[in-house]
């Protein structure tokens, strides 16, 4: 019996050599996937196949068969690897999971009579056998049961570690046994670059464990802050409505999402496949599980009431131009020393903003032309309980 695993958490921020080296050494075991159906289920669906029905489903799917294929192959449409740019068609597990331990009549009736303006010009001159499509649904099964494939370390990484590790080798056996270059300085120089390129590589990398810049996991629903904050123009705090308010900005709930979906079922780039998972959550009343993306450790607070409503920060001052983003990610660093340079250099509004009348003493300086300008330093920002309390 295969272990199972939940759709939407199987997307890692790695971006660092050493925990990419040693998650692939987990991920090189495979990851399962709880799919709509029960692993029973899709085990006994495949269960009555060679591994070579499977493989000869893959190659279908990625368009090395057949050989005089006069149509797009299924990959050329379906990503299996995570992309840096937003595929608004259904990924391979998107599929997968959507008909995992459904019957092939089903599965056929998607692919050969597709539903929805873009699916229907996609599939136009599809053509496939169906004891081939059955090879592909059954890769697809396997494909639930197995989980994505895992992403190995960058090569480049690995050859660059392992030869500073040789090199330092060689100058340590030279300085100790060998003697084979003729100035030991060389020897001792060639040792101390090496260990310190090393170092840096380790230093690096444990930094990076708690930061992610740049974090951008697939979501369960390809949802494009582009479409929504910038074609159609979306207030963020329609959908983030709790940042003026809150602690955290919150996550828009799939009865929000309904204001508009309710008539809008068909998107002009994702179709109706991502649009259907809106109304499904919806109407099964099972909350949609977004992967989060800005974090912060545990020992950190943080107030979106208190930079959003009461500092009026701009969205963008953190996040970044959201409106020009298809696929989410995390613009800034997070760090310590980015929210401490923050607050050396924002200016607080002290006139018109009610919350800070209190402060007489940097009023009166204000008054008394002692000082120009209040900045959130000035206000006890950088204290160190204030965030770490």
């Known amino acids: 019996m295969r272990k199972t695993f939940r759709p939407g958490h199987y997307h890692f921020q790695l971006n660092s050599f050493f ?40 190659r279908f799917f990625k368009g090395l068969l057949p050989t005089n294929r006069e149509f797009e192959s299924c990959v050329s449409c379906h990503n299996i690897y995570k992309s840096d740019t937003l595929n608004w068609n259904p990924s391979a597990m998107d599929i997968a999971i959507k008909f995992a331990g459904k019957d092939f009549t089903e599965f056929q009736s998607a692919v050969m009579q597709p539903n929805g303006i873009k699916m229907e010009a996609s599939h136009k001159n599809f053509k496939i056998e169906d004891e081939d499509l059955k090879k592909v649904k059954l890769y697809l099964d396997d494909l639930a049961l197995t989980g994505p494939p895992s992403a190995g370390p960058t090569l480049n990484q690995i ?139 545990d020992h950190v607070f943080f107030s979106h009431a208190q930079h959003v409503g009461v500092g009026k920060v701009d969205c963008k001052q953190c996040h970044g131009a959201v409106e020009e983003m298809d696929i989410m990610r995390q613009h800034s660093d997070l760090s310590m020393g980015w929210c401490i340079n923050c607050h050396r250099d924002t200016k607080v509004n002290f006139k018109d903003n009610a919350y800070y009348d209190n402060y007489m003493k940097l009023h009166d300086q204000l008054k008394g032309g002692g000082i120009d300008t209040i900045r959130a330093v000035d206000i006890g920002a950088n204290d160190c309980m204030r965030c770490h309390y």
């Open 159 to 297: 050859m660059l570690f392992i030869l500073l590790g040789l090199l330092i080798t060689f100058a340590l056996l030279d300085l100790i046994f060998f003697h084979k270059i003729k100035f030991r300085a060389v020897s001792v120089l060639i040792l101390i670059v090496s260990l310190g390129f090393q170092v840096k590589m380790v230093a690096t990398a444990a930094i990076d464990l708690g930061r992610t810049q740049d974090y951008a996991p697939d979501q369960p629903i390809k949802f494009s802050h582009k479409v929504h904050a910038g074609d159609n123009q979306i207030d963020c705090k329609y959908c983030h409505h709790t940042a003026e308010f809150g602690k955290s900005a919150g996550i828009p709930a799939t009865e929000l999402c309904m204001n508009c979906h309710v008539l809008v079922r068909e998107g002009t780039n994702s179709g109706k496949f991502e649009i259907a998972k809106v109304i499904d959550a919806y109407e099964t009343k099972k909350p949609i599980e977004w992967t989060r993306i800005h974090n912060l450790p």
């Open 19 to 58: 925990p990419l080296l040693f998650l692939s050494f987990f991920l090189s075991f495979g990851i399962p996937l709880i799919a709509n159906s029960s692993e029973e289920e899709i085990e006994e669906a495949i269960e009555n196949h060679s591994n070579e029905d499977i493989k000869r489903g893959e």
